[in-house]
């Protein structure tokens, strides 16, 4: 049922994703201003992560103290803060401040999201948040290209970080008053143990996803500018990767209306992700790049949402605690892999470097397939 506590679960998550989509960009246009080194294009994520990472240390306390609705209003100022401090900061070192706030209260927005549509939505989580991905495939389409279109303007790339902030203060006046779900009565009484080894795969995985679809967000436009694009044309380019995402997600609420598929679209998405990602790191016409960008997009599309679900069915009764692990995997591993692969990047050429993402799908089926197998043993 997509009830107010769902469409406003829905806009939020769209405001959101349209921050995080921007983000990237305005990365490599910053690398174009300020000059600096791929490592340092990947430090932006590291800090970006290490703040998600802390979000998701303190959300399962959070959520045992505060209610649904406190959490996501809290989260999305303190998001417009973060990226405020992101965008009016001058030099890398202010810019990075607002980047570990910017990833730490979007993760938080982010995570007391998925809680609500988790709470709401019970065992059909996995169509709630297939759906909800779909308006944020949209925004994600549109972030680059708004953010290109005012880089030209006097207004400047930095106007885009205001745009969600003002949508997030109109949900609010006609929210505001919403009543939210509130915690299942399991997660009142659950007992903090061991999460199973199924939720943790399932959790590497989410995890692992996340750090392919932000290495390509990085640093796919830079692939681009080896080819002799300009960084602005680049970042405008990845809008192709993005319209994939939102073609993928239209395709999965759909193939999601009928439970148990999960772990097949999964399998399927990896195998378009790694076969359209190869021939975007191997080819070196504009053309093919710009296709194989969309089609890696219809594959990335639904793996988040479909390893998060699976991390959170496979909880057993601790999907808060589950919630805000599999975010701190996510900061941890969604750091380490993009400022990997700009090290790699530094020493042996982007090219080389870029052979990082085929390993990292490799990576994502091994767990999945382990996790499926650990859940059937336990069940």
Known sequence: MRDAPTVLSYAALGCFTFWLYAFGPAVTLLREELGFSYSVLGVYQVFWAGGAALAGATFA?????????????????????????????????????????????????????????????????????????????????????????????VLGWRATFGLPAVVLVLLYLRYRRQPLPERPQHHTEEQRGRLPLACWLFAILTAVSSAIEFSLVFFGPQMLINLGWSAAAASTAMSSNLAGILAGRLLGAGLTRRAGRTATLLYASLALTFASIVVFWVTGQPVVAVVALFLSGVGIANLYPLALALTLEAADGQEDHANARSQVVLGVLAAVFPFLLGSLADQYGLTAGFALEPVLIGLCVLMLWCGLRAGHRTA
């Open 61 to 153: 306390w959070a959520a045992r103290r505060f209610a649904r609705g406190t959490l996501l209003w809290a989260s999305a100022l303190a998001t417009a803060i973060g990226a405020g401090l992101f965008t009016l900061g001058s030099g890398v070192l202010a810019t990075l401040i607002g980047a570990v706030a910017f990833g730490m209260a979007g993760t938080m927005l982010l995570t007391v999201i998925q809680a609500i549509l988790s709470d709401r939505h019970g065992n059909r989580r996995d169509r709630a948040l297939t759906e909800a991905n779909v308006g944020a495939g949209a925004s994600a389409v549109f972030a680059p290209m708004v953010l290109g279109a005012l880089a030209a303007t």
